[in-house]
């Protein structure tokens, strides 16, 4: 019998995106990109696996309710980890077939845009390797849950090498600086909506290879210098150089899904508002002091400094009113009242009630780690410890 590993692992928020597959099977990505972890405190998979040699079968449950195991990326990631055993001989032959049963939930909406897969799989993967004992990096076997997940087994920032072998062994994530190295970087996520996206991003990549011209371009010539300036700028801590690639960036993955054809779009007119609003608060202050990124969703990931997180907030109230007596959640701020000299600059009018739904506010924060305090998913029997009723 084994014992339960249960895991926290963070979303990660990518500033360079990676949006195209050169190979969809071992999903590998057509450029490298860069993201931020945020802090598991705020946002957060969470995952138990156990193996016994009395299972009948794999089995996974995924926020209270249990899933086919049939899922082939699912199936490669446990398939790859088991080779990595055998090869690094870390547990006994046995122990390889025995059955595993998973369970694994998020405290925040899934497919919204809100990174959700790759928290999950990175979350199972890490949790998988302590249980099978690996000790080499487990970044190339995240990719093959999903691609962002990759960039989720390390905490800090973290860079995706595109890699060029056909086998993708190089296609791996590597950390540009880990979250003690600039601690003041706060993320504000504004959640639009929380329903599921129209387009996945598996199919929206898809049709993009196929048929957009920008992508070509974007990955050959935009991407490589973009990557290399934006880890210049974070580890010379320079925020404005960070902000201004962030936006451009964001910009043109957007741009990329309307060059495809048919095209897609994942913003909607208050994610465009959004836009403005922080255009405008940066030219206010002669100065980029917030920048924008957006996924494939209308929600808003908001990358600053903390010092500047109580006024921002207090113009997004101003701007998006709420009815909700929660509407930022996570990391505690004091919003201040609005300053009546920041009202009379803003170009923006005050919009209609509840378009942004609530706020969360975050930080950089760690790779994934070991929950050690016995709050498992998974019972002794290694049965959930929670199911959802539906
Ligand atoms: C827009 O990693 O979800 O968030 O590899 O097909 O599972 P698959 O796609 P996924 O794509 C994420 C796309 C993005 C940009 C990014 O995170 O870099």
Known sequence: MSEIITVVAPVNIAVIKYWGKRDEELILPTNDSVSATLDTGVMC??????????????????????????????????????????????????????????????????????????????????????????????????????????????????????????????????????????PEMHALILVVGESKKKMSSTKGMNITKETSDLLKYRAEQVVPQRTEEICKAIKEKHFAKFAEITMKDSNQFHAVCMDSYPPFVYLTSVSY?????????????????????????????????????????????????????????????????INADIVSKLTIEPQAKDLIKYVIHTKVGEGPTEVTDGSHLLNDNGSPKCLNII
């Open 273 to 337: 508002t959004i836009i403005d609003l922080i255009h405008n608060y940066n030219d206010l202050y002669r100065e980029i002091k917030v920048a924008y990124t957006f996924d494939a969703g209308p929600n808003a990931c908001l990358y600053l400094l903390k010092k500047d997180v109580p006024e921002l907030l207090s113009v997004i109230n101003h701007i998006f009113p709420s009815s909700s007596t929660a509407f930022v959640r996570g990391i505690e701020t004091n919003v201040k009242p």
């Open 45 to 182: 998979a969470k995952t138990s696996v156990t193996a016994r040699p009395d299972f009948s079968e794999d089995k996974i449950w995924l926020n209270g309710i249990k899933e086919s195991f049939s899922n082939k990326r699912l199936q490669n990631c446990l398939r790859e980890i088991k080779i990595r055993a055998a090869q690094e001989k870390s547990v006994g032959e046995e122990f390889l077939y025995w059955k595993v049963h998973i369970c694994s939930e998020n405290n925040f909406p899934t497919a919204a845009g809100l990174a959700s897969s790759a928290a999950g799989y990175a979350c199972l993967v890490s949790a998988l390797a302590k249980l099978y004992k690996l000790k080499s990096d487990v970044s190339s076997i995240a990719r093959l849950g999903s691609g962002s997940a990759c960039r989720s087994v390390y905490g800090g920032f973290v860079r995706w090498h595109a890699g060029v072998k056909p086998d993708g062994s190089d296609s791996v994530a590597t950390q540009v600086a880990d979250n003690s190295h600039w």
